[in-house]
């Protein structure tokens, strides 16, 4: 059994923010909401300042407070270490965003048909797609995965349930890896089975020191950075998205 | 029969049963069209989605993703459970200068535990699906399994059993009475013919129902406190404080609500000699009590928060005390600690005053409101662990509206039981 994790290189990242871009566009994500976010932080006094970037995606944890407060199981760990959402079974009662301190899971606040971060229904795009409608929803995100035949990639985007990344579930079933590790253009964003000693992951993860994000809430995150450090409390985010619907 | 036939049948029932008066129906009216208003604000929000609410996103969005729905789901439990706990008390130690508002505290609990039902119902994204989910996959291992079970579940069980069986004697009194109403009476007394091996049966049964109840009560309350005390990864809400000081609120607000209540019949009903000082001095006691301990963990929460708390905590506490929602916290302190002097001075001087009381059931009871709140939102807005900012909740005229519309439903239902039903028991040798 494969056991996913993902590897972010904090030395590599130049914040250029592509994996965002990678992911709503991938996952056909609602206006304001980011499964993957880029942090773009500022730490220290002029003139000694330096800029850093601290891509998060949701941490799948092992120890997922999310998964333990679900009411339904709509939230739950899969044993390749992917925690999944069934949009068929969520409630939308909220509790695992509470519950989760990293701030990953994002609620459909209303029926997103025009809320895409793409409106193909805008004019204004008519003249750059020369009239083409591409496929309003990949197909991939509405079928059921897993032996367990749950609805958890990121389809439905219904109204009341709550969502968040995925892992890209519907890329890695097919052997491929997340949209985001796949557009990042210095390879910062790395993802693979830890089970596999010959992995990039399990490589990266042996030959060089790394830390995982609040690693003091005990909630054993599957995504690992290297270089740089945790965010402490000097750091300042620069231009931190406030996006509303 | 002609209409005022029939309302002359109704002069003899005691404590109002049955006789509308113009202010009576003025007040239907009123709550009705509130309730009206509620119900067209969900409409909006069941149609359009939560976004017609003023919550968001934790995180990026800088919101709140549980706001007043949720903060008043808490507040409404709390009542409920402590208006069946003082019920439960009366029975239990004899307590018979109360008795007169046992009924009261019943029937209060179980409107606020249908209140308290629909908030989460008004708060939940798929609230169709979850009548069908929750039951389907209900997991033990997350703390709302407690809230829907334990808190409102098993405690709207106990209530509605409790409420039904200290009511049959009553019933089968009022059946003597012919009125319309009698088929109801016959209904709910169910054959009892208050004769003494009846009595004797009633009184065992609703002494241990009220012996389970006070246990149910501490752990009802205790999931819902747990709720959010476990959640390691929110500052302020993680804290082994949580549990105690939700069931010590619980009490202040259901004790003060009955005070509350108590008052309005007291007059309404002229029922003077009933509900007598006696019955207030209890009341007053119980809450004086309540609103001590209840300080006295706000005193704890703030000290720890501030002496050897993690750095968020101390954020958290500095906010409370003189940043954001600092007029909220201070307003809630005062809203306590006035009650709370005032009760004193009526203990010491022996001294007790219905109206003092009444402006402090109020007092309390919108300091337990502002409690909830603030124990719901600022660790959503300002205490992310990441580097997120800060972000707000203001809520809107849906929230709003459907919060009025359901203390609307409640006083409703209450009014209307008043009018159906002997709100106090019946004396033997007022009836016929």
């Known amino acids: 059994m494969a056991k996913y994790a993902m590897v972010i290189d904090l030395e590599r990242c130049v914040g250029c923010r592509a994996c965002m871009e990678a992911c709503k566009v991938e996952n056909d994500t609602p206006q304001a909401v980011f499964w993957m976010y880029v942090f773009r932080f500022e730490e220290g006094r002029y003139p000694n300042t330096r800029v850093w970037f601290l891509p998060r995606p949701c941490m799948h944890c092992d120890n997922a407070p999310c998964v333990k407060v679900c009411p339904v199981g709509a939230r739950y760990k899969r044993p390749d270490g992917l925690v999944a959402t069934d949009w068929e079974r969520c409630i939308g009662c909220r509790y695992c965003e509470v519950a989760c301190p990293y701030g990953v899971n994002y609620f459909n606040w209303k029926a997103p048909e025009k809320n895409y971060y793409l409106d193909w229904k805008d004019r204004d795009l008519g003249p750059v797609t020369h009239g083409a409608t591409p496929p309003y929803k990949n197909p991939d995100l509405e079928k059921p995965y897993g032996p367990e035949r749950r609805r958890i990639a990121g389809g439905g985007h219904l109204k009341g349930v709550i969502e968040k990344c995925t892992f890209c579930v519907h890329r890695v079933e097919k052997g491929q890896t997340t949209a985001c590790a796949q557009a990042c253009p210095v390879f910062a964003i790395q993802f693979g089975d830890l089970e596999d000693p010959n992995s990039t992951v399990s490589r990266l993860l042996k030959k060089r020191p790394h830390f995982r994000l609040l690693e003091e809430a005990g909630t054993q995150p599957r995504v690992f950075y290297l270089g740089g450090h945790p965010p402490g409390g000097e750091v300042r985010q620069i231009e931190g998205v406030k996006a509303r619907v | ?432």
């Open chain 2, 1 to 432: 029969m002609t209409a005022r036939g029939e309302a002359s049948r109704f002069e003899t029932l005691p404590y109002g049963v049955g006789r509308l008066t113009g202010g009576w129906a003025l007040l239907v009216v009123a709550l009705l069209a509130l309730v009206g208003w509620g119900a067209y604000a969900y409409s909006c929000q069941f149609v359009e989605g939560k976004v017609v609410t003023g919550m968001r996103n934790i995180g990026t969005m800088g919101g709140a993703t549980w706001g007043l729905y949720i903060a008043f789901n808490v507040y409404f439990a709390g009542v409920a459970c402590a208006g069946i706990t003082v019920a439960a008390l009366i029975r239990l130690l004899n307590l018979n200068a109360l008795r007169a508002v046992a009924r009261m505290a019943e029937l209060l609990t179980v409107i606020t535990l249908i209140l308290g039902a629909f908030s989460v119902l008004a708060d939940l994204g798929q609230p169709l699906r979850a009548l069908i989910n929750l039951p389907l996959y209900a997991r033990p291992q997350s703390p709302f399994f407690g809230t829907f079970t334990l808190a409102i579940a098993g405690f709207l069980f106990d209530s509605l059993v409790y409420l039904y069986l200290a009511g049959r004697r009553d019933a089968y009194l009022m059946a003597r009475y012919d009125t319309p109403l009698r088929p109801l009476y016959r209904a709910w007394a169910a054959g009892y013919r208050d004769t003494p091996a009846e009595r004797e049966r009633h009184r065992k049964t609703t002494f241990w129902l009220a012996i389970a109840i006070i246990p149910l009560f501490i752990t009802a309350h205790s999931t819902l406190g747990l709720v959010f005390g476990l959640q390691v990864g929110r500052p302020g809400w993680y804290s082994a404080l949580q549990t105690p000081a939700f069931v010590v609120l619980a009490g202040v607000s259901g004790v003060g609500l009955l005070l509350v209540i108590a008052a309005i019949l007291r007059g309404y009903l002229r029922e003077e000699q009933r509900l007598g000082t006696g019955v207030f001095r209890w009341l007053g006691a119980f809450l004086l009590v309540l609103t001590l301990a209840y300080l006295y963990f706000v005193v704890v929460k703030v000290l720890t928060g501030f002496y050897a708390g993690h750095h968020h905590e101390q954020q958290l506490t500095q906010l409370l005390l003189w940043g954001a929602y600092a007029p909220v916290f201070w307003g809630s302190v005062l809203l306590l600690a006035l009650p709370a002097g005032l009760l004193l001075l009526q203990a010491i001087t022996g001294r007790w005053n219905i109206p003092a009381l009444v402006a402090c059931g109020v007092m309390v009871n919108l300091a337990a409101i502002g409690k909830r709140y603030l124990i719901v939102v600022p660790s959503q807005t300002h205490m992310s662990l990441l580097p997120y900012g800060p972000g707000f909740y203001a809520p809107t005229w849906v929230e709003y509206s459907i919060i009025v519309g359901l203390f609307a439903l409640g006083a409703l239902l209450y009014a209307l039981f008043v009018k159906v039903f002997p709100i106090m028991d019946v004396p033997e040798e007022g009836v016929r």
